[in-house]
């Protein structure tokens, strides 16, 4: 089989095509194409110590050196309006849009031509199945990559919302620079993060706001106006603090069994090791 006869095959492989138009026809009316959202955009200047150099030029992200998500979610949770109105508009679409795709892709895995190099469709010479060699493993790939993008121009392409963050970071004396997309359902899961810090961040100013100036004589007065760590009292000239063992940010509430006198420096000592 030819180069270019195995292309026509892939255009020929009516099976898979019939099915696929058939699914299209049931999702015609969602109108997918016409979604074409536009990119939001962000740069961030990172320290040099977070990246390295490349072999290919350009910037190279050390591993767990820069967190993608935790930025973006941080970005959502300053702007949580405007992403909380942006899914609202799309989400339901989306997964309607999910829910087609997956029908397409499970023809396409199952039918496709050029799924597996042992099982592609070969001439008398056996270019994929037995005489393996880099130019015919080469031409599988390449008709392996014509059938998605065939699979791709006949199938519904909408533009979801995107995000593009343009990183950027100077290593000795040269300048990098790169550009890294999250998808639509990388935003969903950046969002799902930020309502979490958001529901976290109340729950500690509300527990913060329990303790009143009352709430704090009655711990001193019960712990004996002295540090419950080293023992040292205001007249020792240290200053006396009303902390929470479990600290609220690890979910530690503003009940009495929960907080304790501590002086400054113990205080200070015990908050860096959490």
Request: net charge positive; proline share 2%; with cysteine.
């Amino acid at each position: 089989m030819q180069f270019e006869d195995a292309k026509i095959t892939i255009r020929n492989n009516n099976a898979m095509w019939r099915e696929i138009e058939t699914i299209n026809s049931q999702y015609n009316n969602y109108n997918f194409d016409d979604i074409k959202a536009e990119p939001i955009k962000y740069e961030k200047r990172t320290s040099k110590a977070k990246y390295g150099r490349s072999s290919c030029g350009g910037a190279l992200v050390w591993p767990g050196s820069f967190d993608f998500k935790a930025f973006l979610s941080g970005k959502i949770y300053e702007e949580m309006i405007v992403y909380t109105e942006l899914i609202n508009k799309y989400i339901d679409i989306f997964i309607i849009f999910n829910e087609y795709k997956k029908k397409v892709l499970k023809v396409f895995e199952t039918r496709r031509l050029y799924k597996d190099i042992s099982t592609a469709p070969s001439d008398n010479r056996n270019w994929f199945a037995k005489n393996l060699s880099t130019t015919t493993e080469n031409r599988f790939k390449e008709l392996k990559k014509y059938e998605e993008e065939l699979l791709n121009a006949r199938t519904f392409s909408p533009q979801f919302p995107y995000v593009i963050l343009h990183l950027m970071a100077t290593v000795l004396y040269d300048n990098y620079d790169r550009d890294d997309k999250y998808e639509f359902n990388d935003i969903l899961e950046c969002y799902q993060m930020a309502l979490e810090k958001e529901g976290k961040m109340t729950f500690i100013q509300q527990q913060r706001a329990i303790i009143s100036d009352d709430k704090r004589y009655d711990i001193m007065k019960r712990d004996g106006f002295k540090c419950c760590i080293c023992g040292a009292k205001a007249t020792d000239g240290v200053r006396l603090e009303v902390d929470h063992i479990m600290p609220v940010s690890k979910g530690g509430k503003s009940t009495d069994a929960n907080l304790q006198t501590l002086c400054e420096r113990c205080n200070k000592g015990k908050r860096d090791k959490y």
